[in-house]
């Protein structure tokens, strides 16, 4: 299973970026986003599942929106006010059975 991220960039604070996620079957039953800023630990940013039920961080609240369009087999996560403790590597996250998949990740900068 492959997931392909991208939508990433460099960004000045306040901006917004769309993240995109097509993996390379259907069906999952959890999906994500996590990131990871340098010197950082990977933390968890949101999450939708199958039956739409969404998840935050509290750091994202308000700001950023995940979903899923399963016609298109592709998960999005709309960033707003975007600030520069933003600035990461964007994974995408598939979750069936016991297993987790994870993307190649895209970079998001966002400039102050």
């Known amino acids: 299973v492959q997931l392909q991220a991208s939508g990433g960039g460099l960004v000045q604070a306040g901006g917004s970026v769309r993240l995109t996620c097509t993996p390379s079957?259907?069906?999952?039953?959890?999906m994500g986003w996590y990131r990871q800023a340098a010197g950082k630990q990977r933390e968890f940013v949101a999450r939708?599942?199958?039956?739409?039920?969404?998840t935050y961080a509290d750091s994202v609240k308000g700001r950023f929106t995940i979903s899923r369009d399963v016609r298109k087999n592709t998960m999005y996560l709309q960033m707003n006010s975007l600030r520069s403790d933003d600035t990461a590597v964007y994974y995408c996250?598939?979750?069936?059975?016991?297993?987790?998949?994870w993307g190649q990740g895209t970079q998001v900068t966002v400039s102050s």
């Open positions: 996250n598939a979750f069936q059975g016991d297993i987790n998949y």
């Open positions: 079957r259907r069906g999952f039953k959890i």
């Open positions: 939708i599942t199958a039956g739409g039920e969404l």
